[in-house]
C-alpha cells in the first residue's frame, strides 16, 4: 500500500514542527524508517509522488501468444517456443498463467465409450 502525496507531506511537516517519533508514529502510523524515507525521496527528486512500478519487458509478451493461438489452435509447444525464442516449459509455464488449457477429446471410442457416453 502506497501513501497518498499529501499524507506524506502532512506527516513530514508534523514532525518538522518539533514533535517526536513516538507522536509521529501515534498520529500517523509510520514509523521512523518509513519518514526518513520519505525525506531521502524528498531530497532526491524534490517530490514525494508515488513511484510508479516498473514492470520487466518480458520475452513472451501475452497478447501476441494468445494472437498466435487464435490462428493456430493446434499448435505444439515447441511450435510456440520457436516463434518466441524460448523453451516449451516457458510457454507452459506462461499458458498456465494465462488459464489456457488443451483441448479436451470427447471423441467416442471404443476404449472410452462409457465414459463419455455421460457426455454426449
Given at each position: ?20 517519533f513516538p507522536q509521529l508514529k501515534e498520529t ?93
Amino acid at each position: 500500500m502506497t501513501y497518498s502525496r499529501d499524507f506524506r507531506e502532512a506527516a513530514i511537516v508534523y514532525k518538522q514542527s518539533g514533535h517526536t517519533f513516538p507522536q509521529l508514529k501515534e498520529t500517523f502510523k509510520v514509523t521512523p524508517q518509513t519518514y526518513y524515507n520519505w525525506l531521502e525521496l524528498k531530497n532526491k527528486t524534490g517530490t514525494l509522488n508515488c513511484r510508479k512500478a516498473e514492470t520487466r519487458t518480458r520475452k513472451i509478451d501475452t497478447q501476441e501468444l494468445k494472437q498466435l493461438l487464435k490462428e493456430k489452435p493446434d499448435a505444439y509447444l515447441f511450435e510456440l517456443a520457436n516463434h518466441f525464442n524460448c523453451s516449451p516449459p516457458a510457454i507452459h509455464k506462461k499458458l498456465i498463467k494465462l488459464k489456457i488449457t488443451r483441448k479436451k477429446s470427447l471423441s467416442p471410442t471404443l476404449k472410452n465409450q462409457k465414459k463419455n457416453a455421460k457426455h454426449f
